[in-house]
């Protein structure tokens, strides 16, 4: 019977009748290889309902999560990069940006934009690692000056979100002053008594971590975020000795006293509004 027997070989639906899942549709967990539907990571704070691995996620999912109904004013969304030193490596500097803005959709490696959060007005800049590497050029130190300036004129208190591999190496000196002139305006908000809270998220390096991202009047980080300023692995060749395990972790570095708390990024909005909500007492 052909109920039991094929009678022709091979499968002959056409092409337009194939169910196949859409692209994006499934996320597999990095840590625990779990296979969750991509609704259930967004609704889960892009983390592992499982085991809470807490995904890399850029600016606008960090608005979109901290901002009340995802609503928000960007600051200076189009500042771009310049060529100070007309510096080539591999490919010139300006042909390396126009090809990360235009693969990424960002002018730069940080957005910054004030809203409300739980109903409380707040300036917030967020840094995105897939702009080259999350590094720090003049167009980060200067829009994060501007939040802060930003900050200290409309009396809001101010959060910055760091994930950078450290300084920009296509911008030398310039880069490296930029250490200095977000440190400077941090001084500045502080004399206006306006509070800085600083997140660290992975991973938050280089000058980045040793300027503003350390600097913050609380310095919260996400649960399994790289902190540190060289590598673990340029440490270790400097000093000739193995480094202790879980070395330069959010954990690690809580326990030595250079973080104030570890933060669930599912409980983020609600700990950061009842913090500010304290202050504002």
């Known amino acids: 019977m052909s109920w039991f027997t094929r009678k022709d070989k091979g499968i002959q639906t056409p092409t337009e009748f194939k169910r196949d899942s859409p692209d994006g549709l499934w996320y597999q967990c990095p840590s625990c290889k779990k296979a969750l539907h991509t609704r259930e990571h967004r609704l889960f704070a892009f983390t592992c309902s499982s085991c809470n691995y807490h995904e890399k996620i850029g600016s606008q999912e960090y608005f979109e999560l901290l901002f009340d109904q995802s609503r928000y004013t960007e600051i200076d969304p189009m500042m771009s990069s310049g060529d100070p030193l007309n510096f080539t490596d591999t ?40 702009f080259i590497g999350g590094s720090m050029g003049s167009v980060v130190g200067e829009k994060i000056s501007r939040a802060i300036d930003y900050s200290i004129k409309t009396k809001t ?29 941090l001084a500045l908000l502080a004399e206006a008594k306006l509070p800085y809270i600083s997140l660290l998220t992975d991973p938050t390096t280089g000058g980045v971590t040793a300027s503003f991202a350390m ?26 000795k193995d480094l202790p395990k879980g070395f330069q972790s959010a954990d690690f570095v809580l326990d030595h006293g250079f973080l104030d708390f570890i933060v669930d990024r599912k409980e983020m909005k609600d700990k950061l509004g009842a913090l500010l909500a304290m202050l504002k007492k």
């Open 215 to 240: 600097l913050g009047d609380f310095n919260i980080a996400e649960p399994g975020a790289l902190i540190g300023f060289a590598g673990p692995r340029v440490i270790k060749e400097t000093i000739g």
């Open 91 to 130: 490919k010139k500097y300006t042909d390396r940006v126009k090809a990360t803005e235009d693969k990424t959709g960002l002018k730069d490696a940080v957005r910054a934009a004030y809203g409300e959060m739980n109903g409380l007005p707040i300036t917030i800049a967020a840094m995105d690692f897939s």
């Open 157 to 185: 208190p101010f959060l910055m979100i760091s994930r950078s591999g450290g300084a920009r190496m296509m911008e030398a000196g310039f880069s490296l002053m930029q250490m200095a002139k977000t440190s400077a305006r």
